[in-house]
């Protein structure tokens, strides 16, 4: 699957507040000073992580447009990126 952003990839189901306090947790161990792109975005209420996680996302197609089809989010996942 070819790289593609956050927004692209949005799971719409399998979040919860619960999740997202997990997650912010889990963010929190990896803050950085200051944001790593290559292209600088502004956006200066931002907290910048480490690329340290991957989001573990099902789903069961990929749009034309290049979204996916019913997805769910599953976690997070620290290490190398599964496909």
Do not use: C, N
């Amino acid at each position: 699957m070819p790289h593609r952003s956050a927004r692209d990839l949005e799971a719409h189901r399998g979040w919860s507040r619960t999740k997202s306090a997990e997650i912010r947790k889990a963010l929190d161990t990896v803050v950085s000073p200051k944001q790593k792109l290559t292209k600088p975005v502004k956006k200066p209420k931002a907290t910048w992580v480490e690329p340290k996680f991957y989001a573990d996302i099902e789903y069961r197609d990929i749009t034309s447009e290049g979204l996916l089809r019913a997805s769910s989010f599953k976690g997070l996942s620290k290490g190398t990126r599964r496909s």
